[in-house]
């Protein structure tokens, strides 16, 4: 199983960036896929979750940011809007074949299988 992540770069502080995290090798159509990310000199962090209809965002990010998945593609999207210096980090994608529960997708305990990161960087 591959996660491949893509579409970080730099933007300006307003801007907006779209992630996305093709998977390949196995269907996590009923599982649940997320996005965390890294800032330097800090811990990884959550930052959105979905499974099947049920999504979560972390309060940083929430109405900012939107997570949707494309099952026949295979492919999770992040839709990042009104960046911020501060969503600057790398960002990872993450699957697993069980369908969390919300307080459970924030774990990244939880996820078995981990993209490679993409790294955003917002700055003027």
């Known amino acids: 199983v591959q996660l491949q992540a893509s579409g970080g770069g730099l933007v300006q502080p307003g801007g907006s960036l779209r992630l996305s995290c093709v998977v390949s090798g196995r269907t996590f159509s009923t599982g649940t896929m997320a996005w965390f990310r890294r800032a330097p000199g800090k811990e990884r962090e959550f930052v959105a979750s979905?499974?099947?209809?049920?999504?979560g965002y972390a309060e940083s990010v929430r109405g900012r940011f939107t997570i949707s998945r494309d099952n026949a593609k295979n492919t999770v999207y992040l839709q990042m809007n009104s960046l911020k210096p501060e969503d600057t980090a790398d960002y990872y994608c993450?699957?697993?074949?069980?369908?969390?529960?919300?307080?459970?997708?924030?774990?990244?305990?939880?996820?078995?299988?981990w993209g490679q990161g993409t790294q955003v960087t917002v700055s003027s």
């Open positions: 979905i499974r099947s209809g049920n999504i």
């Open positions: 993450a699957a697993t074949m069980l369908g969390l529960i919300v307080t459970a997708c924030r774990n990244p305990n939880n996820y078995n299988y």
